[in-house]
Structure formats: structure tokens, C-alpha cells
DNA sequence: TGTGAAAATTTCAAATG
DNA sequence: CATTTGAAATTTTCACA
């Protein structure tokens, strides 16, 4: 299920450029790769099965969306078992203001980015579903002031 | 240039569908929300122009590229001088391996998000590329279990 | 994997309210 | 002036070589 696949090296160009842009036509994919469209279109289909392909997303911009406040919340949930961890997941990931939630090695067992209108937003964020939950032991609030998307996830060629 | 958009909720039904599947037809989405494709094709590049929307995506899966280790470096540099953390951020942002990166306030000024091929690399990594240069003066390597892409980043309706 | 043709979609100019 | 119509250009998709 977790299963590295092989990828020759035209899977790999293919990847490389519909990382840059995921519209990019199978005609345009395929005069850039040097194969037929609709060999282009088995390839993708196959990596889209084979689950290297995930999604086709989206990126929005969170402050034109009034969003303009994003932070990073270390979490600890204390007693850290199966019964309170897997609702606390549930509730962070259903909260509008969340964007991504990691499940950590080390003394702060989550990190959860979260995106806010403004400080009264993330202050109401951290009390009210945060530090008012009787699992919730400790959270730590970093603002973000700049934050980067790095190049294309990709193996060396 | 960093201003609010007004979206109405023809709009908001627009990102919402495509936050689900970037994909999705114009023909789909004039159905869904009840206006004509052209219209439909008109929004989209409305906000794609006012910066709404930063772009489509795809989404890999690092495991199935061979990086199976996930991991959050976070970085003091020190001194924290332009003259430093702009070449710094630079760096990391080159790196094959760096998935994101964040600038933050508090005692940690940068979170680095890396996929590695497993522990060896990410020694390496941390080795390399951080602890040896001088502008770095503490690096805390913190492995991600498991992590959760959140939904739909978009304002209440 | 490629070819070629059919189906579907995107795109645009002109028309509409 | 945003929206729709309708038709042309392009792209996707599929059967078959």
C-alpha cells in the first residue's frame, strides 16, 4: 500500500512539469516529453492509480480570502491515548481555521497551522478549542511571519 | 496588493468545488452553481488575476517517491541579520528536500519541513546543511508521525 | 506506444437583458 | 455591464493498429 514505485524517467518529467503548472495538457505534456497524448494520458492515469498522484489542488491565498493571520500551535494531549487522541484529531481537522495538523516525535505531540482573520481570531482559536479541552495540556502559539512552498517534490534525476 | 477580495457567493461555490477536485469542468461547475460555462470560465479567471487563486497543484506522495521520512527542522539562526537569513532562507529553499518553510516569531525562527529517504539522509541533512554552518546555532529535529491535510480553506458561508 | 477519429470541453465574439 | 448563447478551436479519450 506504501509501496515505493518505479518511475522511469519520462514518469519523472511528466511529474516534474505538472508540478509547475497541473493544468498543463496532455498534448503540451506530450510534445515536451517526446511521446503521444494519449500515451500521456495512460501514464498520468497510471500514477493517479498507483497513488503518487494524490489530488489536483487547489492553492487560494488566505489573506485575499480575509485570512491574513497564519500560526503554528504546538499541542500536547495529556494522557496521550488512542480514546483522546483520535477525537482531538477529528475536532482539529473539522475547525475551519485549520489548514495542515502534524503528529510529532517529541515533548509537543501536535503542531497544527492554522490560518485566522486576526489576533482576536487566534485568541478566541486557542481558548475556545484549545486550552478550555480538559486532553489538552499545553499549547504554544507561534505567529508566522513569512512561509515559503518549496520546488518540486521530486527524486534526483 | 495584499487586499481582501470581495467574492460573492457565487464565487465562494466556485472555490469551494475546485478546493474538492481541481479538475472539475467548467461544464461541472456552471451546473453546480447554476450559471453558464462561459460565466463560469469568466470567475475563475477573475480570481485566478486577483490572486485568490495561486495556481492548481498536484499533490504527491512523498512515500511513493522514495522519501517515506517526514521530519520538522526547527532552526535559530544566529545572528537574526538580513544579511544572513536572506542567503539562509535561500538555501533551504534550493534544497531537493525541503517541502516548506516558515518564518516564525519566538526562539525558533525557522520551521523546515523536509521528506528524506529515511534517517540516514536526514542526519546527513541536518549535518550538511544546517549544523555546519555558522549562521545556525541550534537545529531540533522532530519526526512527523502522520499529518493531515485540513479542509477547505474558505470563510464561512 | 502510436494513430486517428469521436466525444467532450474550453474559449470567444456577438447577442441579450 | 455581467451574463448567456452558440459556434469554432482545442483537448481528452478510446478503439484499433
Redesign the pocket.
Known sequence: MSDSVVL?P?DLEILRLLQNDA????????TAV????????????RLRRSGVILGHELRLDPARLGRSLEALLSVQVRPHRRELIGPFVERVRALPESRALFHLTGPDDYLVHVAVTGTADLQRLVLDEFTSRREVARVETRLIFQQWVCGPLLPPT
Open positions: 522511469d519520462v493544468r498543463t495538457t496532455y498534448r503540451d505534456l506530450a517526446g511521446i503521444a497524448p494519449s500515451t500521456c494520458l495512460d501514464r498520468v492515469g
